[in-house]
């Protein structure tokens, strides 16, 4: 079992920044893989960037590709995911993940945290 809990949350206005962390504990090397989710009211879950166990790895989803930059500090056990440049349409409720392979999908991943509320007004 693995367990995630996110933070850093809150309300920015646009063109902000803010810096989520999530803090994973137990047997987090077999869900070596980090990655953020988010998803906003009446849709579908949305993938945002993930990290391989290195951390040299990485993935983005197209709407946050130049303005969040994903980072893991395994000494640590917490995976970060910056966000600047941030929009209205960024608002939403952003979820940590752990999974084994490398993916996009909801589905790649088996541990969840409970997620942290992002509202950026414009």
């Known amino acids: 079992q693995v367990q995630l809990v996110e933070s850093g949350g809150g309300l920015v206005q646009a063109g902000g920044s803010l810096r989520l962390s999530c803090a994973a504990s137990?047997?987090?090397?077999?869900?070596?893989?980090m990655g953020w989710f988010r998803q906003a009211p009446g849709k579908e879950r949305e993938f945002v960037a993930c990290v391989d166990w290195s951390g040299t790895f990485t993935s983005y989803g197209d709407s946050v590709k130049g303005r969040f930059t994903i980072s893991r500090d395994n000494a640590r056990n917490t995976v970060s995911l910056q966000m600047n440049s941030l929009k209205p349409e960024d608002t939403a409720v952003y979820y940590c993940?752990?999974?084994?392979?490398?993916?996009?999908?909801?589905?790649?991943?088996?541990?969840w945290g409970q997620g942290t509320q992002v509202t950026v007004s414009s």
């Open positions: 993940a752990a999974g084994r392979v490398v993916g996009q999908m909801p589905g790649h991943y088996d541990y």
């Open positions: 137990g047997r987090t090397f077999s869900s070596p893989v």
